[in-house]
């Protein structure tokens, strides 16, 4: 059974940094998917990036480029979400999400993942 378990979540100021961690037990796939996403109140659920834990190719969506990388432990088995620069706009729910086992460039819709974390919150101010 995979478990995914996301941690480092809290408030931050406008221009602050926060570090998100994924923990993934149960998962004997070295190759994998590993997907972060969010969803702010009232908005749906989007993509924020991924990484293909084969050979670490990674995914960004064009609102967190150059500001959040997604990286990998492997011998943890974890994934860090670290953001940078972040923005009032950046507040939501984060959640990672895997797909396992995978081969090749990393799905962006949710509906491809179908293990779940119970999330995180991250809020920025202005």
């Known amino acids: 059974q995979v478990q995914l378990s996301e941690s480092g979540g809290g408030s931050v100021q406008a221009g602050g940094s926060l570090r998100l961690s994924c923990a993934a037990s149960?998962?004997?796939?070295?190759?994998?998917?590993i997907g972060w996403f969010r969803q702010a109140p009232g908005k749906e659920r989007e993509g924020v990036a991924n990484?293909?834990?084969?050979?670490?190719?990674?995914f960004y969506a064009d609102s967190v480029k150059g500001r959040f990388t997604i990286s990998q432990d492997n011998a943890k088995n974890t994934v860090t979400l670290q953001m940078s620069s972040l923005k009032p706009e950046d507040t939501a729910m984060y959640y990672c999400?895997?797909?396992?086992?995978?081969?090749?460039?990393?799905?962006?819709?949710?509906?491809?993942?179908?293990?779940w974390g119970q999330g995180t919150q991250v809020t920025v101010s202005s």
């Open positions: 999400a895997a797909k396992v086992p995978w081969w090749g460039a990393c799905p962006a819709t949710e509906a491809d993942y179908a293990y």
């Open positions: 149960g998962v004997t796939h070295t190759w994998k998917c």
């Open positions: 990484i293909y834990t084969g050979d670490g190719s990674t």
